[in-house]
């Protein structure tokens, strides 16, 4: 069965609330239809009620059975406001900036997950990234034992059979401008524990860089070795080896020439990017060039599941990514 049949299966058997913000943009409207229809998720929309309604009868999509929440006349908008205020008085918060900020959609739908009115929330066909992570960051925060949210992409390459037939999971590709050798070393861990957890496979984390296994000098391979060798430190259970190009990764041939004694060069299905500019072109490449399906970016490391879409998403991708936050929140209330 492939993986996002699994992932169906699952987000069915155990139906969790999952909060879409943009509630009045088309492609949510149309997914979050499609959600209650295939009954994967209980989905709750935010936005004004007349124009989500309106949309949809141009849309000519049934919203039926789909909870529409609008702050401005939600009976939990006060319940949310101290609570936010009283989170974030530390930072400079004050009560009248707070009664502003969780009106805005992004900040309400991560209020009802904080305060467990929602498993999750998917936002991003129309908000960026930062605009999403940023009420994540701040209210949700980072789960026990995790320094740094990172984010990854389940990339399927039709017809390959670089890591595990054709599936590879990439990271960062959405999160972390410039990661420290201590946050490649975390996020290569979080990487390969969602590998196992969320794909069920058994995870080969290759460090990558222009370099492989000192090839080259240069103290932006110098980030990515000590990123590997701290990683391994971490956790020396798990199968993590850098720094690798991308070929000496995947191809079993360059393997053997530019790392034979490596036990993940040739066989990595989990790619660690030195930084933003890599990972967020990297994946782009290979959705576009190889006509790979990108699900993502998917985040992991907090407390509790949030995620972004990116700003070209299909309402197919948003399914997709409403059906594994719900599996991250089951997850994460199975190991508890
Ligand atoms: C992630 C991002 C939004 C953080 O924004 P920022 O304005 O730099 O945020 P700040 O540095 O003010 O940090 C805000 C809070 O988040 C925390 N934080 C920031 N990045 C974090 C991370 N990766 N993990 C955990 N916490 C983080 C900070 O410690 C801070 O906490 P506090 O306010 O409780 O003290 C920013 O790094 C960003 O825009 N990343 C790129 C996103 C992007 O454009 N991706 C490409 C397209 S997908
Ligand atoms: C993940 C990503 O690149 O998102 P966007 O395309 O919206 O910037």
Not at 306 to 312: K, Q
């Amino acid at each position: 069965m492939r993986l996002m049949e699994k992932i169906y299966e699952m987000a069915k058997a155990n139906k969790q609330r999952i909060v879409l913000p943009e509630g009045e943009e088309e492609r949510t409207i149309v997914a979050a239809q499609k959600i209650y229809e295939q009954g994967l998720a209980t989905v709750i929309l935010i936005g004004n009620k007349e124009r989500i309604a309106a949309k949809a009868r141009e849309l000519d999509a049934d919203l039926t059975g789909i909870e529409i929440i609008d702050p401005e006349t939600s009976e939990n908008l006060q319940k949310y406001t101290t609570a936010f205020y009283e989170l974030r008085k530390n930072k400079g918060m004050t009560k009248e900036k707070a009664e502003i900020i969780v009106k805005d959609p992004l900040y309400f739908g991560t209020m009802m997950v904080k305060l467990d009115d929602a498993e999750g929330m998917v936002s991003g066909a129309i908000h960026t990234t930062g605009d999403l992570l940023r009420p994540g960051l701040q209210i949700i925060k980072t789960a026990p034992g995790v320094s740094v949210v990172s984010s990854f992409f389940i990339m399927m390459v039709p017809g390959s059979t670089y890591g595990e037939e054709g599936m590879l999971l990439f990271s960062d590709c959405a999160v972390n401008p410039n990661p420290t050798a201590e946050q490649l070393a975390s996020i290569a861990i979080a990487t390969a524990d969602t590998a196992k957890l969320l794909c069920k496979i058994d995870p080969k984390v290759a460090m990558l860089s222009f370099s492989t296994m000192g090839s080259a000098e240069s103290e932006l391979v110098t980030k990515v070795r000590t990123g590997t060798e701290l990683a391994k430190q971490m956790r020396p259970d798990l199968a993590i080896d850098g720094e690798l190009q991308l070929d000496a990764a995947i191809v079993k041939k360059v393997a053997d020439l530019k790392a034979p004694d490596s036990n993940v060069a040739g066989k990595a299905n989990v790619l660690i990017f030195p930084d933003l500019q890599s990972g967020n072109i990297g994946y782009k490449l290979v959705q576009r060039f190889a006509k790979a399906e990108a699900i993502g970016p998917i985040c992991q490391g907090f407390a509790k599941p949030i995620n972004d879409l990116s700003r070209g998403c299909s309402e197919e991708d948003i399914v997709n990514v409403v059906a594994l936050t719900s599996v991250q929140a089951i997850i994460k209330k199975e190991n508890a």
